[in-house]
C-alpha cells in the first residue's frame, strides 16, 4: 500500500521534470528530479521484497535520531510525511493515544511534549520513518515501515523491553506512525 501510494506520487514531480526540463529553470527541474527519486527509492524500499531489509535507508538510528544523510537524500519523504500527519492531526477528531489498560497507552508518533501521556511514560517507537522527539523518556525502537509488520525477533524485543519498564513503575506509549498497525501488533502481544 504505502509502495503504491508513494511510487503513484512521484510521477506526478517525475513527469513535470521530464516535460518541463526545456522550459524550467535547471534548478527547478534539478528538485523535481530529486523529489521524484526519492519517491521511487522509498516506494521500491517499501515494497514485501525489500520492506525487512530496507528500514535503514531513511536514516533513523537506533537512539531514534536521523541522520543528516537521511534528512539530506530523502527530505521530500519526510516533509510529505510530516505534512500528511499535521493535517490528519488538525482535521480529524481522533487522539493522538489512547489509554488501553493501567499503564499502557497506544498512540501515534507523539509530534511535540504535549502529545504523550502524563507520567513520563517509556516509548516504545514502532516506526523507520519518523524522529524520536521526547529525548528526556526511556526509549527503544522497533525499525518497521508503515503498512508492515514487526518480525517476531523485534516483537520478542520490544515486548520485553516495555514490560521491563512497566515492572519499574513506568507506564509504557506503544506507537508508530497513526496507532493503527504496527503499535497495535506490539500491544497485542505485551
Same mark, same amino acid.
Given at each position: 500500500?504505502?509502495?503504491?501510494?508513494?511510487?503513484?506520487?512521484?510521477?506526478?514531480?517525475?513527469?513535470?521534470?521530464?516535460?518541463?526540463?526545456?522550459?524550467? !529553470?535547471?534548478?527547478?527541474?534539478?528538485?523535481?528530479?530529486?523529489?521524484?527519486?526519492?519517491?521511487?527509492?522509498?516506494?521500491?524500499?517499501?515494497?514485501?521484497?525489500?520492506?525487512?531489509?530496507?528500514?535503514?535507508?531513511?536514516?533513523?538510528?537506533?537512539?531514534?535520531?536521523?541522520?543528516?544523510?537521511?534528512?539530506?537524500?530523502?527530505?521530500?519523504?519526510?516533509?510529505? &510525511?510530516?505534512?500528511?500527519?499535521?493535517?490528519?492531526?488538525?482535521?480529524?477528531?481522533?487522539?493522538?493515544?489512547?489509554?488501553?489498560?493501567?499503564?499502557?497507552?497506544? /498512540?501515534?508518533?507523539?509530534?511535540?511534549?504535549?502529545?504523550?501521556?502524563?507520567?513520563?511514560?517509556?516509548?516504545?517507537?514502532?516506526?523507520?520513518? &519518523? !524522529?524520536?522527539?521526547?529525548?528526556?523518556?526511556?526509549?527503544?525502537?522497533?525499525?518497521?515501515?508503515?503498512?508492515?509488520?514487526?518480525?517476531?525477533?523485534?516483537?520478542?524485543?520490544?515486548?520485553?523491553?516495555?514490560?521491563?519498564?512497566?515492572?519499574?513503575?513506568? !507506564?509504557?506509549?506503544?506507537?508508530?506512525?497513526? /496507532?493503527?498497525?504496527?503499535?497495535?501488533?506490539?500491544?497485542?502481544?505485551?
Amino acid at each position: 500500500m504505502l509502495s503504491t501510494v508513494v511510487g503513484t506520487v512521484a510521477v506526478i514531480p517525475a513527469t513535470l521534470a521530464i516535460l518541463g526540463r526545456k522550459h524550467f !529553470p535547471l534548478p527547478v527541474t534539478l528538485i523535481l528530479a530529486h523529489v521524484a527519486a526519492s519517491g521511487f527509492v522509498v516506494a521500491i524500499a517499501a515494497s514485501d521484497k525489500f520492506a525487512r531489509s530496507s528500514t535503514f535507508l531513511l536514516g533513523k538510528q537506533a537512539s531514534g535520531k536521523i541522520s543528516w544523510w537521511g534528512w539530506a537524500l530523502l527530505w521530500p519523504y519526510h516533509l510529505s &510525511l510530516r505534512t500528511k500527519l499535521w493535517v490528519q492531526r488538525y482535521t480529524r477528531d481522533e487522539p493522538v493515544w489512547n489509554h488501553i489498560v493501567d499503564g499502557w497507552y497506544l /498512540g501515534g508518533w507523539p509530534a511535540s511534549p504535549t502529545m504523550v501521556p502524563e507520567g513520563a511514560p517509556a516509548i516504545l517507537d514502532c516506526t523507520c520513518e &519518523l !524522529p524520536r522527539l521526547q529525548k528526556h523518556l526511556p526509549y527503544d525502537n522497533l525499525a518497521v515501515w508503515d503498512t508492515h509488520g514487526p518480525n517476531v525477533k523485534q516483537i520478542d524485543e520490544g515486548v520485553e523491553w516495555a514490560l521491563k519498564q512497566r515492572e519499574s513503575g513506568r !507506564p509504557v506509549l506503544v506507537h508508530c506512525a497513526h /496507532g493503527h498497525g504496527r503499535s497495535l501488533v506490539v500491544m497485542n502481544l505485551t
